[in-house]
């Protein structure tokens, strides 16, 4: 889903962007899904106690993550990655530990949107969730933290990391709910033709912005809230 289409979230984002831009920056960066460490707590900074952090959550964005732009098209590399993930010592001890967010899947009452969804739990057994039409990305975080709760997995926001493309909607829910992050800095790209870029023109503007603000002005993704005690 486009962010002009998501005025909500581009107002928020704007917001975060002028008064606390390192607030957009992701605790970790990999190139794409397939580089992300297992297990995912490896990848994040440590806490304030000097440990790594302990994740029991994944959340995982779909479009130019781990599928194309606009599809629901399904890689091997992405499928066998996704199957790793599932069968790690933090996500197997609950078929629910993992959980798709999309702005498309599963974001709307659409028959489109609740066929991509079904069809995506049935090909790779990861639920997904069905957003609220007034709480889409980057607002969804207690929907989020609801599921897992419901399910088992955990209710603590410090034990739940989202994967993602977009700082303005992944790394910006996980801030708000005092969440870890990974950014996708390259999005999805396809292991035979790995220089093509199916980035759109806002992800670009974000790796501009992330280059300025981590690289000019020397900032860094705070811990979540959560950690350091402000919520």
């Known amino acids: ?20 831009p390192a607030s957009l920056l992701p605790h970790a960066t990999i190139p794409n899904l397939i580089y992300l ?9 440590k806490l304030p106690s000097g440990e790594k952090p302990i994740i029991r959550a994944l959340v995982l964005d779909k479009d130019n993550t781990f599928c194309p732009p606009d ?7 992405y499928i066998a990655k996704l199957e790793k993930l599932k069968a790690s010592d933090e996500f197997s001890h609950n078929h629910a530990s993992i959980l798709i967010v999309s702005n498309t ?8 949107h609740e066929e991509e969804a079904k069809y995506l739990e049935g090909e790779l057994g ?12 980057p607002f969804c975080g207690p929907d989020v933290l609801a599921f897992f709760k419901e399910h088992g997995v955990t209710d603590n926001p410090a034990e739940i990391a989202f994967v993602g493309d977009r700082l303005a909607t992944d790394m910006l829910v996980a801030r708000e709910i005092g969440s870890w992050s990974y950014w996708c800095k390259e ?3 396809n292991p035979e033709m790995p220089g093509r870029d199916y980035r759109n023109i806002f992800n670009k ?13 020397g900032k860094a993704a705070p ?5 350091v005690g402000e919520k």
């Open 205 to 217: 503007m974000e790796a501009r912005f992330e280059r300025l603000i981590r690289g000019g002005y």
């Open 223 to 227: 811990l979540p809230a959560t950690v």
């Open 1 to 20: 889903m486009p962010l002009l289409s998501n005025v909500p979230a581009l107002r928020l984002a704007l917001a975060y962007a002028v008064h606390d």
């Open 105 to 112: 899947a599963g974001s709307s009452s659409k028959a489109e």
């Open 126 to 137: 990861i639920p997904v969730l069905r957003q609220h039409p007034d709480r889409k990305k």
């Open 37 to 45: 460490p297992i297990p995912v707590s490896s990848g994040l900074p």
């Open 187 to 189: 999005g999805w790209r």
């Open 71 to 77: 599809t629901s098209k399904l890689h091997p590399a």
